[in-house]
């Protein structure tokens, strides 16, 4: 089974203090560190999975800049057979513009497919509608939230899908397909430094993104960056234990906490 990963690198923001430039207009990411998008990762496991099982090849595709081969380096050194880069040094906020892009890179390189594997969502834009709008563009069956495939057959796939109310739905999807993966799903495998230094000997495919721009079309931008509103400080309770706990209980009786 032939499978395709489009995976991501995006800034590591979680423990950062973003400084946003320009009136707005930007985020300085200068000194803020860069990873593979959490998602991607878990897909990536699941497709080298699936290969081990069953053979095939998986191969993973990251749109960006230069330094997105960090990302395909890392794919290869947890399994992927190779890489291509849709080298770009445009910022894609469009989810549409990102699937146009993917969709005429896929038609007009010609590579085979018997699924495709998504991140439910990147940790920067998480609009989670990249891997809809792709399978809507190439006229395929699409399943969201996966976090388990408990078959592979040739001309199908048996996925279970992650629900409200922690339900689940046991679903056949047909081949080709494009399936976007949960976190959850597995326990990505550990990759040491020297695994992603021998992944940088095998070949990865740098194509530039200038070559598959037909309809591509920015219709979401960025008009300003602002900070969320400050929320009220802490109230500080003072004096004798009682007189704290009456005061205490009042305070969650006002807030509708305590009845």
Known sequence: MNLIVFTKRVPATQEEELRITGEGKAVDLSKVPFKVNDWDNYSIEEAVRIVEKSGGAVTAVSIGDAESDEVLRRSIAMGAKDGFLIETGDVLHDPNARATLMQNFLKKENVPFDAIFTGVQSEDDQFGAVGGILAAKLGLP??????????????????????????????????????????GINEPRYVSIMGVRKASKVERKVFKAAG???????KIEVVKWVYPPKKAGATILSGELDGMCKELLGILKEKGVYQ
């Not at 409200?164 to 081949?175: A, I, S, T």
């Open 142 to 183: 699409f399943v969201s939230m996966v976090i388990g495939i408990d078959a592979t057959e040739s001309d199908h796939l048996i996925v279970r899908r992650e629900l409200e109310g922690g339900l689940q739905e046991r679903v056949k999807v047909m081949l080709p397909c494009v399936v976007s993966i949960q976190t």
């Open 212 to 218: 598959y721009q037909e309809n591509v079309v920015n």
